[in-house]
């Protein structure tokens, strides 16, 4: 892929196109698909639909959150590194900031209205990580291997418990998979994606240096900002699937050494499906959480770079490589062993710490049924669930 010389006007374009998408893309990663799909390829046609396509398949086959690495990968194409950056920033910004806001603010909710508010949250979080549960087990578990791959994950996940847990599960489900499942043939790409190999090698070396290196330093005694900076990277390499995947593997990260209380991660998971953008900014509410003040503005900002970075490295190295690596049998076992694993990892967070924090009496268990049918059956937005149960938690919390 030939790199254009990049203009200050160009990348001044590339920032508001993906900024309105930041405001205005809710629904989760596959509904962004579908707003870049309608951005990119029917109304400005800067891809083709089969250029689009392969887009998709080599960001949901990595690590890291899809949608983002697809607009991180349009503007490669559109502007180069730079114009990748600027695409990444202004599509992240939006809600980023909005879970900043929120964590900052958080802390003021007493009372009861307050308490029934970030309980309404807590009950979205059920809805959505339920539904969730409920469509990924249909497309990556059509089978008996890949199902019991799920259910070995699971009690993995469940019995193992952190970061152990979730890391055995996924080697358990790459082994089995590579093991026992059929890869499915891919067809070749009419027009394949040949970008620049200038960074693949330099972005793949500093994905690996930073994977091994960062722990090495937070457990020689790196400091506090060392150990931030390694869990929320490790997490972003690790998540295979996006979205909510991520939602099992932050809470061991930030939850299990003391950082945030389980109610503090819990509401603020309900409170990121109720903005647009990439749900990786639940890093951001995250990291203002952990401090007050100008320092968890800090944070929030290191959190967030941090989970995004290691699925945009090894997106700019991969790359080149796409051509070759779809078509291995290998290599298609593997993500389906690893993609039916993550199946399990997050039915077991449904349960812990989600389930285990938010239904306290029978009329939650109603209320969150309620929004996994809206979700599931009706086809609700997020959004619209959040305001919903938000709005009966409080109207029942100022009834009782």
Known sequence: ?????????????????????????????????????????????????????????????????????????????????????????????????????????????????????????????????????????????PDLIRAAIALIALCLALLLGGAAGQLGAILMGAGIGLWRCRPVPMLASAHPLIPSRRWNLPALIVFLVLLLLLPLMAASGGGAVIAVMAAFYRVGALVFGGGHVVLPLLEAAVVEPGWVTQSVFVTGYGMAQAVPGPLFTFAAYLGAAMAPGTHGWLLAALATVMIFLPGMLLLIGVLPYWERLRASASAQRLIQGTNAAVVGILAAALYDPIWQSAIVAPLDIVLAALGFGLLTRWHWPAWRVVVLLVAAAVGIGLVG
């Open 1 to 141: 892929m030939h790199t254009p010389k990049v203009s200050s006007a160009h990348l001044g374009k590339l920032f508001r196109i993906f900024l309105w998408l930041g405001i205005t893309s809710f629904g989760g990663p596959v509904a962004h698909l579908g707003y870049f799909r309608e951005a990119f390829v029917v109304r400005r046609r800067w891809l083709g639909e089969s250029d689009f396509a392969d887009l998709v398949a080599l960001c949901q086959f990595l690590p890291g959150p899809a949608s983002s690495q697809v607009g991180f990968a349009i503007g490669l194409r559109r502007g180069g590194l730079p114009g990748a950056l600027v695409a990444w920033c202004a599509f992240t910004l939006p809600s980023a900031v909005a879970l900043v806001l929120f964590a900052a603010g958080a802390s003021t909710l007493g009372g009861e209205l307050g308490q029934a508010l970030l309980h309404g949250l807590k009950l979205v979080a059920v809805a959505v990580v339920a539904h969730a549960v409920w469509g990924m087990a249909g497309k990556l578990c």
